[in-house]
């Protein structure tokens, strides 16, 4: 168990006697108490320090309850913080509507009860705690998310060389020894079976080289995600029979990243593996648009489209790829969306700060 950590409460009032008798209420609770004697001072307290709990008087001069919580609520760092109000006039179910509409979640009436406001304020506090809690668990599943992915890619990029330098280098040379005791003349062997094995030798080498580039195509690093891809596109035509197109905005399209490029060439080769396993599409298309610092990623298909449930990324719903997708597409700071086109399926990735690499900048794509 991690050591608890306090966390702030805001007490607001124009009489210093109030805001004494609220710390000596809440002091045993072990948070750290912060005053405020105006709703201006207690501003200037909420734009610099997180905040949970909010204690503040209905009727104070200048600013009043009502219209701090008001600015309180539209403030995005307050989002999560706690208004209750006190007050010994304002209790008509009208001043507690217009309170709740303003952002209140409570109501304590004068006099207080002090164990009634410690366990009000308890109650608040330990809900933004786990909030808080609940955040950096879902930033550290994100962290681990992506270490898992980055770790995918250097463990593809590994197989694909040792596939490359292993076994298809063993292969290469067992067929050069083949076609040498095939041209040789002096040879007294049966050509047929070693001509029949020269050609199985033939296409183990290809379909290793294909698997290999698969996993990690060589062109990722050499000439970028442009090249990468049109060699994609092109090598998925040719194995699948389904048109493809790459359409490029503007044409002089950057380098970017190289992690970047990685999961983006990943997102278009998930998105158009799920074309041709499930889509029976004739067609299938990849866009990318940049606008300033700002990508856009669009993949569409004329197939058949998919269910209400899997366009709506419903976890019952969607298989390990598409996960993947989105989490790659959170990686780079981006949405994954999916819609129905008519026809077939439409996947949309916007990633709002592309980063493009050091040594390519302004360049254009080979």
């Known amino acids: 168990m991690g050591t608890r950590e306090a966390i702030n ?17 809440l002091g045993e609770l072990g948070e750290n108490l912060l005053k405020a004697g105006s709703g201006r001072e207690a501003l200037e307290i909420l734009l610099k320090t997180d905040v949970a709990v909010v204690l503040m008087d209905v009727s104070m001069p200048e600013i009043d309850g009502f219209e701090l919580a008001g600015l309180i609520c539209q403030h995005p760092r307050c989002q999560r913080t706690a208004i209750i109000f006190v007050s010994a006039v304002h209790l008509t179910d ?15 009436s004068v ?3 002090p164990e009634l406001l410690r366990a009000k304020v308890t109650v608040f506090s330990e809900l ?3 909030n808080v809690q609940l955040e950096r668990l879902n930033l550290e599943l994100r962290r681990l998310s992506s270490r898992l992915l980055s770790a995918q890619d250097e463990e593809r990029r590994r197989f694909a060389r040792d596939l490359h330098d292993g076994i298809g280098q063993d292969l290469a040379a067992a067929k050069m020894m083949l076609d040498g005791t095939i041209f040789r003349p002096t ?13 199985i030798l033939d296409r183990a080498i290809q379909q290793i080289r294909t698997m290999s580039h698969l996993l990690h195509p060589p062109l990722l690093d050499e000439g970028g995600l442009l090249s990468a891809l049109r060699w994609f596109l092109d090598g998925m035509t040719a194995r699948s029979g389904i048109r493809t197109s790459l359409d490029l905005q503007p044409r002089d399209f950057p380098r970017l990243q190289p992690e970047m490029e990685r999961n983006v060439f990943r997102i278009v080769q ?3 593996t799920n074309v041709f396993r499930h889509s029976e599409a004739m067609a299938a298309y990849v866009k990318i648009i940049r606008n300033d610092n700002s990508l856009l990623l669009m993949i569409g ?20 790829g598409i996960g ?11 949405e994954l969306k999916m819609r129905n086109g008519n026809p077939g399926t439409i996947v949309e990735v916007l990633v709002p700060n592309i980063v493009l690499a050091n040594s390519y900048a302004g360049a254009g794509a080979n």
């Open 9 to 25: 409460i805001l007490m607001v009032d124009d009489q210093p006697s109030k805001l004494l008798t609220y710390e000596a209420m």
């Open 94 to 108: 009208l001043d507690r509507l217009k309170g709740y509409q303003r952002g209140a979640v409570d109501y304590v």
């Open 111 to 113: 006099p207080i009860i």
């Open 128 to 130: 933004y705690r786990k």
């Open 187 to 199: 040879t007294n062997v049966n050509g047929g079976p070693i001509h029949e094995a020269s050609d």
């Open 270 to 272: 998930e998105a158009l």
């Open 301 to 320: 298909d004329d197939g058949k489209g998919l269910g209400e449930q899997t366009i709506k990324l419903q976890p019952t719903s969607i298989g390990v």
């Open 324 to 334: 993947s997708m989105r989490e790659r597409a959170r990686e780079l700071g981006g």
